[in-house]
């Protein structure tokens, strides 16, 4: 059963919204490079002990490679 609103519950109602809206914006920021952007994502986002611990085991696991990538690539 839907109950009636009157005007003044609904303009409540609407200035909430709004209110709610505005507060959930965030300001457009600009990177001059991807890097800087993945870098002010990485210091920005948390990541769950969980995930942390299963991909500090994964990488624990990986050897590190005896050359860089370009000579692998290029086969120096």
Not at 42 to 67: D, K, Q
């Amino acid at each position: 059963m839907k109950r009636r609103l009157t005007s003044q519950q609904r303009q409540q109602e609407q200035e909430q919204l709004r209110a709610s809206l505005e507060a959930g914006r965030s300001t457009a920021l600009e990177f001059a490079t991807v890097e800087d952007m993945l870098r002010h994502d990485a210091l920005h986002t948390t990541v769950p002990p969980h995930v942390e611990h299963r991909l500090a085991e994964s990488a624990a696991g990986i050897a590190p490679p005896t050359r860089s990538w370009w000579r692998r690539l290029l086969g120096r």
